[in-house]
């Protein structure tokens, strides 16, 4: 299995479960965010892919990092970036202990943008 993915039968156990984790005090569970490092390791040509409305997963890094990242795949696995820090620092934690959340693109756009500002999501916590 590739790194960070998780099995989409995981994923919807979570999002069945009514046991989910107190969510974070003073945090939205309903955002919008820019991915970060969508130019490195090949990831642009994965972000070709991505139309605006397409869903995409959040799968943090493994709960031992010492600053966990949440990482944004395509539906294929494939990693386009991941969420700023200082969202991962809360928003990790809490997928770890079961908390889910959905996102999908409300913005897509190319090379001509600086590429933090490449994809724009929408995130629901559920």
Not at 34 to 41: I, N
Not at 72 to 89: C, K, N, T, Y
């Amino acid at each position: 299995m590739a790194h960070g993915t998780v099995p989409c039968a995981s994923i919807l156990r979570r999002l069945m479960r009514s046991d989910t984790p107190p969510f974070p005090e003073n945090q939205p569970r309903h955002f919008r965010a820019t991915v970060h490092g969508t130019v490195f390791a090949g990831r642009d040509q994965h972000l070709e892919r991505l139309n605006v409305g397409d869903t995409v997963r959040l799968i943090a890094d493994p709960p031992d990092q010492k600053a966990p990242e949440v990482w944004v795949h395509l539906d294929s696995g494939d990693p386009i970036g991941h969420l700023p820090p200082e969202i991962a620092r809360w928003l990790a934690p809490w997928l770890h202990r079961g908390g889910a959340a959905r996102a999908h693109a409300l913005k897509v756009k190319g090379a001509e943008v600086p590429s933090w500002r490449r994809l724009l999501l929408e995130v629901r916590c559920v």
